[in-house]
């Protein structure tokens, strides 16, 4: 009977081999005897006990008999089978004679060994020897177990995450030729009990009823006779919550229109959870734990976080309310004047979530009469058949649950006048020509009129309320001016005589006084002849005047 190449010892590995903690498996047909098939006591000895990828072995029949004529070797567990010869040994000669089997790294040696070089996992296997021994033969088989380092084996999942009193699965990735597998946790081999459970080739481990103890790093080590390695750690913790959330910034959130805001949802879960959130009851796109956005009319209102843990599938929500801190307000317009008996109005410009408008007059807070009118929302103020005691500063208040605010003053006065007008200095002007002159238009009117000038008729291209010029013969004559107000309607008008003053030299034409004198006399004397005329026409015609 061949001897069992399993012949090492695992103790002989040390430490947490020793008995093979967790009934680690040992794998492969390398420890099975092979089948007798011998009539006489022969066993094939192998020389190494652990042969390895590489190296070399010897198979040697022992005890050899007496007067051996050959000796054929076969990669086989039978002598039947001519393919699987690899040669034959003629220790008499010696000589071999090779079979199909034979690769060129096998060959024969004194007392029918079979040496095999340069070993490959696919040695692995059985060998069988028929040794003649005229008239007998005889037959023993071994089975050859080629063993190779074992590289580092890895953990699935590598890190995972197990809700409490769920169940862990890990599993040993590692080469079939490893003999034996062990688990440790946070450093310290496992022993089985009753959550601990392991598959038939110790290559799974499963965790029942996982709770906080049995979170950690978990590794396996695999081991054959020539080598042991260690996973790198699998890190499993806890899956829990989450229980609660909620969204910071606390709610409510006021802010102003235009300001930029960040909601972040605070969820404690392990794993992260993944996030959904929601404004006034509508999924939004975003799915992270937090976004920024610049707050508008349409997105005020109800927003509420949801965060769901996918491995303990718990969920947890938080909601805020985010309303708008209303900006101060404006009324428009922002300064008027109002004739008399005529219609004041007045708008509130402000955000569409005020929930309230009031105005105010003079800091008095006003309420609806029979010439103070308001619109559905307040936002327009009416005030019918305005007087006196209507003029003031006018105000708009606004408000919502988390803010109030109140416009600038808004001046509104009574428009009157003109009822005359009057120009300075008054008339007539005489002045000699050259000298400059300025007119002023003067009138009682709110609001400032607007002024026209006209001479003799015409109108001047000056607008405003006076208007300064030098005297020619070109600009005497009659000026007016005209003062119109654009909220009551009325204008008044105002004229005065603008003269040229004559000097004594431009009166006489520069003659001397005898000269006037006799001038006057002469003048004197036609008017008498022209009398004298006229009086003999008027007898002659009987008064009639017809000749």
């Given at each position: 009977?061949?001897?069992?190449?399993?012949?090492?010892?695992?103790?002989?590995?040390?430490?947490?081999?020793?008995?093979?903690?967790?009934?680690?498996?040992?794998?492969?047909?390398?420890?099975?005897?092979?089948?007798?098939?011998?009539?006489?006591?022969?066993?094939?000895?192998?020389?190494?006990?652990?042969?390895?990828?590489?190296?070399?072995?010897?198979?040697?029949?022992?005890?050899?008999?007496?007067?051996?004529?050959?000796?054929?070797?076969?990669?086989?567990?039978?002598?039947?089978?001519?393919?699987?010869?690899?040669?034959?040994?003629?220790?008499?000669?010696?000589?071999?004679?090779?079979?199909?089997?034979?690769?060129?790294?096998?060959?024969?040696?004194?007392?029918?060994?079979?040496?095999?070089?340069?070993?490959?996992?696919?040695?692995?296997?059985?060998?069988?020897?028929?040794?003649?021994?005229?008239?007998?033969r005889v037959l023993?088989?071994?089975?050859?177990?080629?063993?190779?380092?074992?590289?580092?084996?890895?953990?699935?999942?590598?890190?995972?995450?197990?809700?409490?009193?769920?169940?862990?699965?890990?599993?040993?990735?590692?080469?079939?030729?490893?003999?034996?597998?062990?688990?440790?946790?946070?450093?310290?081999?496992?022993?089985?009990?009753?959550?601990?459970?392991?598959?038939?080739?110790?290559?799974?481990?499963?965790?029942?009823?996982?709770?906080?103890?049995?979170?950690?790093?978990?590794?396996?080590?695999?081991?054959?006779?020539?080598?042991?390695?260690?996973?790198?750690?699998?890190?499993?913790?806890?899956?829990?919550?989450?229980?609660?959330?909620?969204?910071?910034?606390?709610g409510p959130v006021?802010?102003?229109?235009g300001s930029r805001?960040?909601?972040?949802?605070?969820?404690?879960?392990?794993?992260?959870?993944?996030?959904?959130?929601?404004?006034?009851?509508?999924?939004?796109?975003?799915?992270?734990?937090?976004?920024?956005?610049?707050?508008?009319?349409?997105?005020?209102?109800?927003?509420?976080?949801?965060?769901?843990?996918?491995?303990?599938?718990?969920?947890?929500?938080?909601?805020?309310?985010?309303?708008?801190?209303?900006?101060?307000?404006?009324?428009?317009?922002?300064?008027?004047?109002?004739?008399?008996?005529?219609?004041?109005?007045?708008?509130?410009?402000?955000?569409?979530?005020?929930?309230?408008?009031?105005?105010?007059?003079?800091?008095?807070?006003?309420?609806?009469?029979?010439?103070?009118?308001?619109?559905?929302?307040?936002?327009?103020?009416?005030?019918?058949?305005?007087?006196?005691?209507?003029?003031?500063?006018?105000?708009?208040?606004?408000?919502?649950?988390?803010?109030?605010?109140?416009?600038?003053?808004?001046?509104?006065?009574?428009?009157?006048?003109?009822?005359?007008?009057?120009?300075?200095?008054?008339?007539?002007?005489?002045?000699?020509?050259?000298?400059?002159?300025?007119?002023?238009?003067?009138?009682?009117?709110?609001?400032?009129?607007?002024?026209?000038?006209?001479?003799?008729?015409?109108?001047?291209?000056?607008?405003?309320?006076?208007?300064?010029?030098?005297?020619?013969?070109?600009?005497?004559?009659?000026?007016?001016?005209?003062?119109?107000?654009?909220?009551?309607?009325?204008?008044?008008?105002?004229?005065?005589?603008?003269?040229?003053?004559?000097?004594?030299?431009?009166?006489?034409?520069?003659?001397?006084?005898?000269?006037?004198?006799?001038?006057?006399?002469?003048?004197?004397?036609?008017?008498?002849?022209?009398?004298?005329?006229?009086?003999?026409?008027?007898?002659?015609?009987?008064?009639?005047?017809?000749?």
């Open positions: 009977m061949g001897r069992l190449p399993g012949s090492w010892d695992p103790p002989a590995w040390g430490g947490p081999w020793k008995g093979l903690l967790l009934a680690a498996s040992v794998l492969g047909s390398c420890l099975q005897p092979a089948p007798a098939q011998t009539q006489t006591p022969v066993t094939i000895v192998i020389t190494s006990q652990s042969p390895a990828v590489g190296g070399d072995v010897s198979l040697a029949p022992q005890p050899l008999p007496q007067d051996v004529v050959s000796c054929t070797w076969y990669r086989s567990a039978t002598s039947t089978d001519g393919t699987k010869e690899i040669f034959t040994y003629y220790p008499q000669t010696p000589a071999q004679t090779p079979g199909p089997a034979h690769t060129g790294r096998e060959t024969a040696g004194p007392g029918c060994v079979l040496n095999i070089a340069g070993l490959t996992l696919s040695d692995t296997g059985n060998y069988t020897v028929k040794i003649d021994i005229p008239p007998n023993a088989t071994v089975v050859l177990c080629v063993y190779e380092k074992l590289a580092k084996p890895t953990v699935t999942p590598g890190q995972t995450q197990v809700p409490e009193n769920g169940t862990l699965t890990l599993t040993c990735n590692t080469s079939p030729r490893a003999d034996a597998v062990l688990w440790l946790q946070n450093g310290s081999y496992l022993t089985p009990n009753t959550r601990l459970e392991l598959s038939s080739e110790n290559r799974t481990l499963t965790v029942l009823n996982f709770t906080w103890g049995d979170t950690g790093t978990y590794q396996c080590e695999v081991g054959n006779p020539i080598s042991t390695n260690r996973s790198e750690p699998s890190t499993v913790t806890l899956a829990y919550g989450p229980e609660s959330a909620r969204i910071d910034p606390p006021n802010l102003t229109l805001l960040t909601l972040t949802c605070i969820a404690d879960s392990v794993p992260a959870p993944s996030y959904s959130w929601f404004l006034n009851g509508t999924k939004l796109p975003q799915t992270g734990s937090s976004f920024t956005f610049d707050l508008t009319t349409l997105n005020l209102g109800t927003y509420k976080c949801q965060a769901h843990n996918p491995v303990t599938g718990l969920t947890a929500s938080a909601e805020i309310e985010v309303l708008e801190k209303l900006a101060k307000p404006t009324v428009t317009p922002g300064q008027t004047q109002v004739p008399e008996n005529g219609t004041l109005t007045l708008t509130c410009n402000t955000s569409p979530s005020a929930d309230t408008v009031l105005w105010l007059r003079n800091g008095s807070y006003l309420t609806p009469n029979t010439r103070l009118e308001l619109s559905s929302e307040n936002r327009t103020l009416t005030v019918l058949n305005f007087t006196w005691g209507d003029t003031g500063t006018y105000q708009c208040e606004v408000g919502n649950p988390v803010s109030t605010n109140r416009s600038e003053p808004s001046t509104v006065t009574l428009a009157y006048g003109p009822q005359s007008a009057r120009i300075d200095p008054p008339g007539p002007v005489n002045l000699t020509l050259g000298s400059r002159l300025t007119l002023t238009c003067i009138t009682d009117s709110v609001p400032a009129p607007s002024y026209s000038w006209f001479l003799n008729g015409t109108k001047l291209p000056q607008t405003g309320s006076s208007f300064t010029f030098d005297l020619t013969t070109l600009n005497l004559g009659t000026y007016k001016c005209q003062a119109h107000n654009p909220v009551t309607g009325l204008t008044a008008s105002a004229e005065i005589e603008v003269l040229a003053k004559v000097s004594a030299a431009d009166s006489n034409g520069g003659l001397p006084p005898g000269a006037i004198a006799g001038i006057v006399i002469g003048s004197l004397a036609g008017a008498a002849l022209l009398g004298g005329l006229l009086y003999f026409l008027l007898r002659k015609t009987g008064g009639s005047g017809r000749l």
